[in-house]
């Protein structure tokens, strides 16, 4: 499911059969910050027995993963040959200055653009097929679909033979002795990346051509997409690269070196995160603060009996002992209070977002905690949308309700110096994966058996037993300041994991 909600898009799909992915871009707006407030609700029913008791705050940080990267440039396939700022156009120009092989600042300029082509063009190609699949949505069955078709696979076929030649030309100029290994060594991923994703791209567009094209065109699309698909394979396997598919083989070796592949160019757009405990400080003071509270205690009731009764006597033996109980007890008591009012307005972690190489961008709080339905926003209950069959799940309670809340600051001015003029980063993404496996333990058997008659006969049936997790999202600009919006998925569970997801209206 994929939304756009204000200056952040959400999308949120399985990631497997036990993780839910949402991934949240946060776009840089003007002004030298943009803040944003994101909070989510998990309405879990009771009889899944996932509560305060037994799911505690290291339980969920556990079952999340985080992924913090920047925004993928956004780019036309038709741009990659022909704008000033693509990263191919980079790369021509960095190996046409004199004498580039020894200086030694254009290797790691070449490793960037070699990983942001490939990062670009996966972008580029899954846009042109969404584009392609939303025009298809938009006309219909109206008979002119095949029109849009038609110019969207020419465009596609075009473009990426010009983008896959252009880069192919440079091979020449890498596969010398005196350049580094290295280069080559990056040139030789990116170009085995490239064929791969305009494979993928080809066969992708070869079932769109099959159903959508104009009848007469069909055949020689057809054959273009295959001879195009063959050519690639072809290149493959002639420069030695191993990512090959065949019918006879378990295709191990293809898989793992397209995921590789896929790490390879994403890397140039991860971010580091450094995780840090909330309000550690505040923390520390306020333990201080209640041990010295304690400590008055005890040194007064001390001062006290020792001027009433003289220094070394039964009665002050006595209220120093009792002093010293009261003193431990009242400084537990005070770290408590204090814990429990820094808890309203801390965070349970600090994550300060860097680039690799230590540019600080910004930062992400954020906290988790189960809260009770009359702590839950109203807007968010409108859209949770309890029925009277949720309440009954729940056996006529409230759901046990997890709020996870985040607050983002990123600094605009920063994100500018990061590639330079050459590229503009418009955003982050922000990528948690989620793990269900903590509400699937109290799941009875997914499959029951039932009877029923059937013309005088009795028969038996397989029932499918199915749970089902609702989780409310609300989001916000805060800085500059924009509505909040709301949106809400469906988690369709079983005892063996996901079972699908559904969007709600």
């Known amino acids: 499911m994929f939304s756009t909600v204000g200056s952040i898009q959400q999308e949120v799909k399985p990631h497997d ?41 290291s339980d969920f940080y556990r079952d999340v993963q985080n992924y913090i990267r920047l925004k993928t440039p956004a780019m036309l396939l038709r741009d990659f040959t022909e704008s000033p700022t693509s990263p191919l156009t980079a790369l021509k120009q960095l190996i046409d ?24 063009l996966n972008s580029a190609i ?80 070869f079932q769109i051509v099959d159903v959508y094209s104009k009848k007469s065109n069909r055949p020689d699309f057809r054959t273009r997409i295959s001879d195009r698909v063959d050519d690639e394979t072809k290149h493959r396997r002639h420069h030695g690269y191993f990512s090959l598919l065949n019918v006879e083989d378990e295709n191990e070796t293809y898989l793992y070196r397209a995921s590789v592949l896929k790490k390879y160019a994403s890397s140039v757009l991860f971010l580091s ?26 040194t007064l009731v001390a001062f006290y009996f020792q001027s009433q009764y003289g220094t070394f006597t039964l009665p002050v033996f006595t209220a120093l002992v009792v002093g010293y109980m009261f003193k431990d007890r009242i400084k537990e008591a005070g770290r408590d209070i204090f814990s429990q009012r820094l808890q309203s307005f801390l965070h349970d972690r600090r994550i300060v977002i860097r680039t690799q190489d230590g540019v600080k961008l ?15 926003p109203g807007q968010v209950l409108l859209k949770r949308d309890r029925d009277q069959f949720s309440k009954i799940d729940s056996d006529g309670r409230e759901e046990n309700i997890i709020r996870h809340s985040k607050e ?30 903590a509400y699937l333990n109290k799941m009875a058997e997914p499959v029951q058996e039932r009877d029923y008659l059937e013309d ?18 609300r989001y916000r600009t805060v800085r500059p300041q924009k509505a909040k919006i709301h949106s809400r998925i469906r988690l369709v569970l079983d005892r063996t994991g996901i079972k699908r997801m559904e969007t709600i209206a």
């Not at 030298?32 to 309405?43: D, G, L, S």
């Not at 910004?362 to 839950?376: D, N």
């Not at 605009?412 to 496996?437: E, P």
């Open 17 to 57: 059969q036990y993780q839910v992915e949402i991934k949240l871009d946060y776009e840089l707006l003007a002004g030298r910050q943009t803040r944003y407030t994101v909070e989510t609700y998990i309405f879990a029913p009771r009889t899944l027995g996932v509560s305060a008791e037994s799911y505690s705050k």
């Open 97 to 120: 200055q004199p004498n580039w092989v020894n200086d030694p600042n254009v290797l790691p300029q070449l490793h960037t653009m070699f990983k942001l082509l490939a990062a670009m």
């Open 126 to 205: 899954r846009e042109h097929l969404v584009h392609t699949n939303s025009r298809i949505e938009e006309m219909g069955q109206n008979g002119k679909v095949h029109l849009v078709v038609d110019t969207l696979v020419e465009e596609f076929l075009n473009e990426t033979e010009l983008i896959s030649n252009q880069f192919r030309e440079m091979f020449a100029t890498f596969n010398l002795p005196h350049v580094a290994e290295s280069a080559l060594s990056g040139y030789q991923l990116t170009d085995e990346s490239i064929s791969i994703l305009v494979e993928e791209g080809l066969i992708e567009l």
């Open 273 to 298: 995160a450094d995780i840090s405990k909330d309000g550690r400080r505040l923390t520390q003071l306020s333990n201080a603060a209640a041990a010295g509270i304690a400590m008055i205690f005890a």
């Open 362 to 376: 910004g930062y992400l709080k954020e906290k988790v905690a189960f809260v009770a339905e009359s702590q839950v």
């Open 408 to 437: 983002i600051v990123l600094y605009a001015d920063a994100f500018k110096s990061i590639f330079g003029d050459m590229v503009q980063i418009t955003g982050i993404n922000d990528i948690l994966r989620y793990d269900v496996r």
């Open 456 to 473: 005088g006969e009795l028969r038996s049936i397989l029932c499918h037993k199915v749970y089902h997790l609702n989780i409310v999202s």
